[in-house]
């Protein structure tokens, strides 16, 4: 299941439009949601949207469909970047995950195109010991 926190509406500041590739005062939507598995808390997904391409996000319920699925039904990716490293979670985060502050986290900074525009930024926060990130590759 899923704990919506954060569903607003904000102006962008220098470094949201940075990221997003926008400008500055531009209007993004931004959700927080901790997603649980068995009760317990498994990701915290921090996420920028942008409101010009994606309006009606902020009127979706959260709870019965993920904003991944959201956005991919709406705006199909055509481009995607990830960087990945180990972070310790700031002091809210480890209150929203259940984790002591020294348990190490996975760290998934994504960005996601529809075409040539940025539909959302997200950032992914996993306990170490409740997440694996794996990968099976051909040639």
């Known amino acids: 299941r899923a704990q919506v926190l954060v569903l607003e509406s904000l102006k962008a500041d220098a470094t949201q439009a940075y990221t997003m590739q926008i400008r500055e ?17 498994v990701q915290i997904e921090e996420r920028l949207v942008n409101a010009a ?11 019965l469909l993920t904003p991944n699925a959201y956005l991919m039904s709406i ?9 990945v490293k180990a972070i310790l979670a700031s002091a809210q985060e480890c209150k929203w995950l259940k984790i002591t502050k020294n348990e190490p986290c996975l760290f998934i900074q994504r960005r ?4 040539n ?21 051909t040639s």
């Open 53 to 63: 391409i994606i309006p009606d996000y902020l009127q979706q319920d959260f709870t």
């Open 75 to 83: 705006a199909p990716m055509t481009e995607g970047e990830h960087t």
């Open 117 to 137: 525009n940025i539909i959302s930024s997200a950032r992914l926060i996993y306990p170490g010991s409740r997440y694996q990130l794996e990968g099976k590759f």
């Open 112 to 115: 996601t195109w529809s075409k």
């Open 25 to 41: 005062g531009q209007t993004l939507f931004h959700s927080i949601i901790v997603h649980l598995e068995n009760e317990i808390p």
